[in-house]
């Protein structure tokens, strides 16, 4: 006589035993009657059903171990995690004391200097948010305080290191940004050393992201400056409105008749949304695991549209001023490109979802060879 009752089970048998007893940690309990030989009309049907009680209320303690166990699991991945935040953002006040000065001159007034940040931090929340359950599960294999601990002491070595070298470091955008970059990912190897690999990447990427735009518009900024401009001056004649261009110089005068002139100059040669753009692709490709050579074209193909979309961004600067004057020009020009980067980043997302396939090898065994597919 067998009855079952998910996910616990209950069996029923006259062998001779204990009166209960667990058959698996999961969720399996096999039941006996006492110990003695059971024949017809012995079997007391009270016996039978206190028995399945204390069953279920065990089966029911034993769900609730397993809850408990569960929720500790996400309190303690949750204090590790906001640990690594909090620790990290404060040591960044003495790595990078200069960072946030030097980010409200480099933007401006635009948006009250907050407009560059919020891509950023809403790709961070994004990734955070897509794989977490992956960053939780290495979080929770922490052992304890003196677990790995040759890469704590490394993450605390490179904090001192970083502390010392603030004062210089403190100088330029780019590298107060990288000492940031830097912070965290030492933190993390001081508070949880498990989620170095996890982290290497994209501390990698952020820190080439920031780092390269000064290197690329000293070797391409000029180069693509002129480039810019002609494009620029090609798409004026086709829409049609008076600039007087000389080499990157422009000059327009307003339907009111106000003389507007600008330069088009190596920051304004789209270094910087190329720049943004590859390393938003890298993290793509690192979340994604898309093919090598599908990133490759995608990379090409999105460098060639941004310098042609920067171009757009000129003329479009351009005939605002031709109808509306300087003031006008100015001041949508602290944003407009960012607006239409942020459109074309939202179009090349779902393209490159839909591109290539997943760089995975699976391994099929049949009999002895092992066949890589």
């Given at each position: 006589?067998?009855?079952?009752?998910?996910?616990?089970?209950?069996?029923?048998?006259?062998?001779?035993?204990?009166?209960?007893?667990?058959?698996?940690?999961?969720?399996?309990?096999?039941?006996?009657?006492?110990?003695?030989?059971?024949?017809?009309?012995?079997?007391?049907?009270?016996?039978?059903?206190?028995?399945?009680?204390?069953?279920t209320l065990k089966c029911f303690m034993h769900r609730l171990s397993?809850?408990?166990?569960?929720?500790?699991?996400?309190?303690?991945?949750?204090?590790?995690?906001?640990?690594?935040?909090?620790?990290?953002?404060?040591?960044?006040?003495?790595?990078?004391?200069?960072?946030?000065?030097?980010?409200?001159?480099?933007?401006?007034?635009?948006?009250?200097?907050?407009?560059?940040?919020?891509?950023?931090?809403?790709?961070?929340?994004?990734?955070?948010?897509?794989?977490?359950?992956?960053?939780?599960?290495?979080?929770?294999?922490?052992?304890?305080?003196?677990?790995?601990?040759?890469?704590?002491?490394?993450?605390?070595?490179?904090?001192?290191?970083?502390?010392?070298?603030?004062?210089?470091?403190?100088?330029?955008?780019?590298?107060?940004g990288i000492a940031v970059i830097l912070t965290f990912y030492a933190?993390?190897?001081?508070?949880?050393?498990?989620?170095?690999r996890f982290m290497l990447p994209y501390a990698a990427v952020y820190?080439?992201?920031?780092?390269?735009?000064?290197?690329?518009?000293?070797?391409?900024?000029?180069?693509?400056?002129?480039?810019?401009?002609?494009?620029?001056?090609?798409?004026?004649?086709?829409?049609?409105?008076?600039?007087?261009?000389?080499?990157?110089?422009?000059?327009?005068?307003?339907?009111?008749?106000?003389?507007?002139?600008?330069?088009?100059?190596?920051?304004?040669?789209?270094?910087?949304?190329?720049?943004?753009?590859?390393?938003?692709?890298?993290?793509?490709?690192?979340?994604?695991?898309?093919?090598?050579?599908?990133?490759?074209?995608?990379?090409?193909?999105?460098?060639?549209?941004?310098?042609?979309?920067?171009?757009?961004?000129?003329?479009?600067?351009?005939?605002?001023?031709?109808?509306?004057?300087?003031?006008?020009?100015?001041?949508?020009?602290?944003?407009?490109?960012?607006?239409?980067?942020?459109?074309?980043?939202?179009?090349?997302?779902?393209?490159?979802?839909?591109?290539?396939?997943?760089?995975?090898?699976?391994?099929?065994?049949?009999?002895?060879?092992?066949?890589?597919?």
């Open positions: 006589m067998k009855g079952s009752s998910a996910p616990c089970t209950l069996t029923r048998t006259q062998s001779i035993g204990d009166d209960i007893i667990p058959t698996s940690p999961e969720s399996s309990l096999q039941i006996r009657p006492p110990s003695h030989k059971l024949g017809p009309g012995l079997f007391h049907e009270y016996d039978f059903f206190k028995l399945l009680h204390l069953s397993l809850n408990a166990r569960y929720h500790r699991f996400g309190s303690n991945v949750r204090i590790r995690f906001g640990a690594w935040i909090g620790a990290a953002v404060a040591l960044s006040a003495l790595t990078a004391p200069n960072f946030p000065s030097l980010v409200d001159q480099s933007v401006g007034n635009a948006f009250d200097g907050l407009f560059v940040a919020i891509p950023i931090v809403a790709l961070l929340t994004l990734i955070f948010a897509l794989r977490w359950k992956e960053l939780a599960q290495i979080m929770s294999e922490e052992a304890g305080g003196f677990s790995r601990l040759p890469v704590r002491l490394v993450g605390a070595a490179s904090i001192l290191v970083l502390i010392v070298l603030g004062p210089t470091t403190g100088e330029t955008l780019a590298a107060s933190t993390a190897l001081v508070v949880n050393p498990s989620t170095a820190g080439a992201a920031v780092g390269s735009p000064a290197v690329l518009l000293w070797a391409f900024g000029e180069p693509l400056a002129v480039l810019s401009s002609g494009l620029s001056a090609g798409l004026v004649h086709i829409v049609g409105f008076p600039v007087a261009w000389q080499g990157t110089g422009f000059q327009i005068v307003s339907r009111a008749g106000e003389e507007v002139n600008g330069v088009v100059t190596p920051g304004c040669s789209s270094v910087s949304s190329v720049t943004m753009f590859l390393g938003l692709l890298a993290l793509m490709h690192l979340d994604m695991k898309k093919d090598s050579r599908t990133t490759a074209k995608l990379a090409v193909i999105g460098v060639l549209a941004l310098i042609l979309l920067n171009s757009v961004r000129i003329l479009i600067l351009l005939w605002v001023g031709y109808e509306y004057g300087s003031a006008a020009l100015w001041g949508i020009h602290d944003w407009i490109g960012y607006a239409l980067f942020l459109g074309f980043f939202l179009a090349v997302l779902p393209l490159y979802a839909r591109m290539g396939e997943p760089n995975h090898t699976a391994v099929v065994t049949v009999g002895s060879p092992v066949v890589s597919v």
